[in-house]
């Protein structure tokens, strides 16, 4: 064995860079990455020299003359500080790698100026040396790459055709644009101009420009908000006559970053299932905004890859969003398309060799009239898939039916963050927030003829005792009445194929052992076992912080029950302590 000894800046940053620069394209992605975050309005494109030459400019922020030598060292950057900031990434780029990675495998040369400063800097940083000089320069910054992978001959020899590379840099210029609809781009190839948009903030304009109208012309709008988690989603998916050949025209972005997203190209397939014949698909172009810390980024050195806190919430919430956008459409009284033989604009010229068969295809609609309905076929659907947002609504739709009957109710506050206490015209009233919520849940699922059950994308495996999977196993037909479906995954293990979809965002696991907790040894009365099980884990928690918003709305949907005084199990729910009691209590003689 050889001695050990540390590796050289430029080998390391060279092992990076087999990381984050695939090819050409990914020098692009990272570049344009940085324009935006800098804040341009412009971004200009030019590639040449089969693809290994990349020139980009913006009119963004500029970077300090004092800092343009610091780009290219790794992990220098100035988009986080600290560990919080890393679970609060508003930027696309925060890791500091990608210029280090770059100048380690290309020669690059910037030039940039701020707006503090009438002249400019010029860095070129090439074979790991870094030339700096001053420049008079426009406001923002140049990124000239020339020569990628020219130390690298294992790299160079991968390299496709100059179309090939070009149509991965085409994708990567499409989907900053879509993501971006309020910054101009410009895409030049070997001279010759291939993209350019405005810079006027309308998605379905931007579409228009890059697609054409036989696409935006066949587009739903989609638009929904889950205001309890904090997710909006927007965008445009295709009707269903308008169909693509493959998915890579169903492009996800996360607060605005594109994405890979499995999730959501699930829920997408859910969305269409029935409305779309068999190896086709949507156009779709969706933007999730979701709270930067409910959602991983730093999942994948080249941050395509995201986690999500809550991915079956995600699923659901998608699935809901593209029924919303397709039901509120009457199809039959659209326009009627022939398979579409004119070329589009923008795909058809540069296509890759690859991509033979990926024509656009617009469904003949008469093949569509002999199915029933595209909405009663989504119904069915919705009966099995329905987000959370939904039932919320639907809460909130009771509660505001008897809004008028208890004005009387003055909350005071909640008591170490379990009891309720409201002021009452006969004096104190402290009422348990779990088991009030528990008993309106458990009577409002008792109406229910049905019980909204939610498909689990992800289903945890959950371990038991041989003796607690017989128990569930034997009463696997009462539990999916109301809404679990459970399966036996050999003795000792079962998973949730379906719950109930009020517990969404409660763990298997517990919802598994409060079943069995709840079943046994009440056999005979298992079914309103399941009942009170599902009540009682979609209820509001002992110990949980309640706005006064919440804690009113909860006050007033349980005293709208038909029992509010005792909870499924037979304990007391809340307790008044008369006012005279109070004023005895201080010797007051008045109240
Ligand atoms: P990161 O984007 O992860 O911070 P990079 O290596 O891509 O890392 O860039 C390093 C730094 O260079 C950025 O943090 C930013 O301060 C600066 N920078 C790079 N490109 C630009 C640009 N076009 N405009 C302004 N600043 C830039
Ligand atoms: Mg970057």
Known sequence: MKRIHQLSVNLINQIAAGEVIERPSSVVKEIIENSIDAGSTKIDISISNECRNIRIADNGSGIHPDDVPLIFIKHATSKIENENDLWNISTLGFRGEALASICSIAKVTCFSRTSDFDYGVKVIAENSEIKESKIGCALGTVMEIENIFYNQPARLKFLKSDKTEFSYIQEVVVQAALSRPNIAFSLSHNGSNVLKTNSDGNLLLRIKEISGESVSDNLEAVEKTDRENNIKITGYVS??????????????????????????????????????????????????EISPSDVDVNAHPTKKEIRWQNPNLIFNFTVSAIDKALTSVNYSKKE???????????????????????????????????????????????????????????????????????QSDVIIGQLKDTYILIETPEGLEIVDQHIAD?????????????????????????????????????????????????????????????????LSKTSQADI???LINNINGNLDDAENQILITTACKAAVKAGEKLSIWQAEELIKRWRATKNPQVCPHGRPISRVIPIKDIAKFFYRQDK
Do not use: H, W
């Open 239 to 288: 009707n269903p006559q308008f169909t693509r050949s493959s998915k890579k025209d169903i492009r996800i972005f996360v607060n605005s970053r594109p994405v890979k997203c499995p999730v959501v190209l699930k829920a997408i397939d859910m969305g269409f299932k029935n409305l779309l014949p068999i190896g086709k698909f949507p156009y779709a172009v969706l933007n999730f």
């Open 512 to 514: 598994a052992r409060e």
């Open 438 to 502: 528990e008993r309106f849940l458990y009577e409002k699922l008792l109406s229910q003829k049905e019980i909204t059950s939610q498909l689990l994308l992800i289903s945890d495996v959950i371990e038991l005792e041989p003796e607690e999977v017989e128990l569930l196993e034997n009463n696997k037909e009462k539990l999916l009445k109301f809404g679990y479906e459970i399966k036996k995954e050999g003795d000792n293990k079962i998973i949730f194929k379906r719950i109930p979809q009020i």
């Open 336 to 406: 009627v398309y022939e398979n579409d033989s004119n070329p589009l604009p923008f795909y058809n010229t540069a296509k890759s060799s690859e991509d033979k068969d990926d024509t656009y295809f617009v469904q003949n609609y008469n093949k569509y009239e002999s199915k029933p309905s595209v909405q009663v076929n989504y119904a069915d659907k919705f009966r099995q898939v329905s987000s959370s947002v939904s039932l919320n609504f639907e809460n909130k739709k009771l509660l505001e039916i008897n809004e008028d009957n208890n």
